[in-house]
């Protein structure tokens, strides 16, 4: 309220905390605050007296939704056969929710949807029915191998259509809200008008116990994400029970989400209940009653709901109408409340919203699902469950076709009115949805300015994380491409040397910077702006990913290619926020992945947990991930500008990148003559040194390598090569998948002699490639926990020091020698 409505009524309510204050003190008047601010009356935040009217055809809006949940059970049944599974009490019970929002809310072409995953067979249901699937696409529901749907929202799977992976539970509800706040982003910074695109997320109330859930939720209230909707699907169970049994979640979340600055609406009973919900004394029930018990009322009788709800209160209804209400009559399942809810959202303006709707898992499909706390594992329906579905429902089945092994699909014709309804409303919101289009307009290749800054070398000691920055910043500064680049840094910008952009790029900030700035006296001052470049996350790895993976697959989601690349310490990237990694794959995502100051032994105060030795072995699982350890800024600059070759060239190709870089200067060599293509496929030989044996070393560890090459020279007079790996994986996968000699033993032909790799990274690393390697092989690397240290002593313990590479190599040479002698 901007003015007081009762000047009276309120300074009696302020004398009353007052002396609250006085009596108990400030603590419980703040108690008293917080709670009347984060709870409400456990009902409808839009009553049925101030709903809108309905814009659309209910009846024919019910057929359709009717049509659609048919064909979603058929389908699972039908691959139940197979023994393939499915999921059918959850689009059941949010098909609603879906069916307001594909015919008067979901706008094609700049609106996206985060749809929960496993409600995914509504959607294909829905696609059925609107001519963008066909029956034997249904048929092939879980059976990708077969040219098949997939079985949740894979982009990668079908890129025409889903445009969001959502099944990782908590990662939809993350990437929701950085996704609108990148689309902020995009038009803050002059880049794409983004001020019509809405963002839905809908979520699942079990799901919202994921930590991600709600890792953002003050990111999105903080910067007043009014372009985004979350729906959350109340129909109190999650896979195994009730999500609260003792509790109630939607009070929950409703305090969780108010104290967090979100707007809420409450969506919860049917119109059913309106000649109830007048008593304050049931709706003080409803709102202390636990959702197990409540859970239990939805599966119970008439006279068990009076006796154990209505108690001591006069109810005109009947034993069975009690059954009827409080066992469905859930404002979920009612498409005027629905609209409500959506519109009361849309229309509120400063903030994101969340939706609290209350359903009934399973709802349709019968007793024997509605409710119960196994109908998540129920994969199929019987053939007499299907004739009570088509008789609650109203469709059209005689009882001859549901007589064979399988319910038939049904589909009213596609010049029925249902179809054309369903045509025509999709036509006025602008096109299909779920969809995704790709018009790829490749960038135009930097200038070669930038690189060769890093193939010159640099006599002063730069670490690879310091070279690729610098590269970074020039890019920025091209004409045709600088303003595509999105910088992203958890709260380490100054520790990667980034503090260099702060005046320059500046920092992102819808807000603008309201404050002056402690060092606004420094040339490097901390400096926000609403049309800043830099996103600047805080302390939130998974937040920056979220970030990460907006920017990625921007090319598809507005049309705007954009060139992220996140920085982070390497241990806290695969490690910590890998699912998210995999979900970025999915996406069809493109950029670079910076894993800095990499390796086991360059964090030499940091000990066990900060010490990375194994991200390069968990990227090389990921197959659109190219991984690359580069050992030289030259390195980085060839890998980088092969990056924007293929993802932002003519190609456009689906893959991201993941660059290990350390926090070691040293000097920086100039690049050889013809080793390009080596360093792009994944091996070169840097330094001839006689070929008795062969050093293969990645990253910091190729300095190790040189320091070996002199001492075996000058101590032993052995001589060895030393040999630059860029990708171990990369090298692997070319092996694998090659037709021909794989490249890396194209690099090794005519040279003999054992072969020692070498890396800061754990032996199975390198050991990637030990079967293509025909001559005797030995692996060092940093296995094991992290350590404290001196860089010296630790690599010493691990045994990656110079001496004991040089050690390695007196075997390795001894024995093929001794080897060869038995062999003669």
Excluded at 709 to 714: A, D, G, N, T
Aim: aromatic fraction near 10%; proline fraction near 6%.
């Amino acid at each position: 309220m901007e003015r007081d409505i009762d000047p009276q009524e309120t300074a009696e309510w302020l004398e009353s905390l007052e002396a609250v204050r006085r009596a108990a003190g400030p603590e419980r008047a703040e108690y008293l605050l917080k709670r009347l601010a984060t709870s409400s009356r456990y009902v409808n935040t839009v009553p049925t007296s101030e709903e809108p009217g309905y814009p659309g055809d209910l009846g024919l809006e019910e057929r359709i939704a009717a049509y659609d949940r048919w064909n979603a059970a058929a389908m699972i049944t039908r691959g139940s056969r197979l023994g393939l599974g499915g999921h059918l009490a959850t689009y059941a019970s949010a098909a609603w929710l879906y069916e307001v929002g594909f015919n008067h809310f979901f706008h094609g072409g700049h609106d996206q949807v985060y749809f929960q995953g496993h409600a995914s067979p509504g959607v294909y249901a829905r696609a059925f029915l609107e001519g963008r699937l066909t029956e034997g696409q249904l048929d092939l529901f879980r059976r990708e191998p077969e040219g098949g749907l997939p079985s949740y929202p894979h982009p990668r799977s079908m890129p025409d259509f889903w445009q969001f992976p959502t099944v990782s539970m908590g990662l939809g509800p993350l990437n929701a809200i950085y996704q609108a706040r990148f689309n902020r982003y995009l038009h803050n910074r002059g880049i794409k008008d983004t001020s019509r695109s809405h963002v839905w997320a809908f979520l699942g109330d079990g799901e919202m116990d994921e930590p991600e859930s709600t890792a953002a939720l003050t990111l999105a209230a903080r910067e007043g994400l009014d372009n985004l909707t979350f729906v959350i699907n109340c129909n109190l169970q999650r896979l195994d029970g009730p999500v609260r049994g003792n509790t109630r979640i939607v009070q929950e979340l409703e305090g969780v989400f108010r104290g967090a600055g979100w707007h809420v609406v409450k969506a919860l009973w049917g119109a059913e209940w309106d000649g109830l919900l007048g008593s304050d004394e049931l709706v003080s029930r409803l709102g202390e009653m636990p959702d197990g018990q409540f859970q239990t009322f939805s599966t119970s009788t008439g006279a068990y709901i009076r006796q154990h709800l209505f108690h001591g209160l006069e109810v005109p209804y009947s034993d069975e109408d009690l059954r009827r209400v409080v066992g469905g009559s859930r404002a979920g399942h009612e498409p005027r409340k629905v609209y409500a809810a959506y519109r009361r959202a849309l229309d509120h303006r400063g903030a994101p919203t969340v939706i609290l709707v209350q359903t009934v898992k399973g709802w349709t499909l019968g007793a024997g699902v509605e409710a119960r706390n196994a109908n998540h594992q129920m994969k199929k329906l019987t053939q007499d469950e299907f004739r009570a579905l088509r008789d609650r429902l109203g469709l059209p089945v005689p009882d001859e076709a549901l007589d064979a092994d399988v319910p038939p699909y049904l589909h009213p014709g596609a010049d029925s009115p249902e179809a054309r309804y369903v045509a025509e409303r999709r036509r006025a919101l602008g096109g299909p949805i779920p969809g995704r289009t790709v018009s790829h307009r490749p960038l135009p290749a930097p200038s070669e300015r930038p690189f060769q800054s890093l193939r010159k070398g640099s006599r002063q000691p730069v670490a690879t994380t310091m070279a690729f920055v610098r590269l970074v910043k020039d890019l920025m500064k091209e004409p045709e491409t600088g303003r595509r680049w999105v910088p992203i840094v958890p709260d380490e910008a100054r520790t990667f040397g980034m503090e260099s952009l702060f005046p320059t790029a500046r920092i992102y900030s819808p807000l603008g910077q309201r404050y002056e700035p402690v060092d606004r006296d420094l040339l490097l001052s901390y400096q926000e702006a609403v049309d800043g470049q830099l996103l600047i996350e805080g302390i939130t790895e998974a937040g920056s990913m979220a970030s990460f993976t907006a920017a990625a697959s921007s090319y598809a989601t507005h049309g705007e290619a954009m060139i992220p690349f996140y920085i982070f310490y390497s241990m806290f990237g695969w490690q910590r926020t890998g699912d998210q990694m995999w979900a970025l794959a999915d996406q069809l995502g493109r950029g670079f992945l910076i894993g800095a100051t990499a390796g086991r032994t360059t964090m030499t105060g940091e000990g066990l947990q900060h010490a990375d030795g194994h991200s390069q072995l968990l990227a090389s699982a990921n197959p659109a991930c190219l991984a690359y350890d580069p050992a030289f800024g030259y390195e980085v600059a060839e890998i980088v500008r092969e990056g924007l070759r293929r993802m932002y060239g003519p190609g456009g190709e689906d893959v991201f990148y993941y660059l290990t870089l350390y926090n070691e200067p040293l000097p920086q060599p100039a690049m050889p003559e013809g080793v390009r293509e080596g360093i792009l496929r994944g091996i070169y030989r840097y330094s001839s040194g006689g070929g008795e044996a062969h050093l293969l070393a990645s990253g910091t560890a190729i300095h190790w390598a040189l320091a070996a090459q002199r001492l075996l020279r000058e101590e032993y007079g052995v001589g060895v090569d030393v040999w630059s790996v860029t990708s171990w994986s990369e090298l692997r996968r070319d092996a694998m998948t090659s037709t021909g000699v794989p490249y890396l033993r194209q690099a090794l032909a005519g040279t003999e002699g054992p072969v020692i790799a070498v890396s800061d990274w754990m032996r199975a690393v390198p050991d990637q490639i030990s079967p293509w390697i025909d001559r005797p092989w030995t692996s060092l690397g940093t296995d094991g926990f992290g350590l404290s240290g001196t860089r010296e002593s630790v690599r010493e313990h691990f045994g990656v020091d110079p001496r004991s590479i040089a050690d390695a190599v007196l075997r390795s040479v001894k024995e093929a020698g001794e080897n060869g002698d038995r062999d003669r």
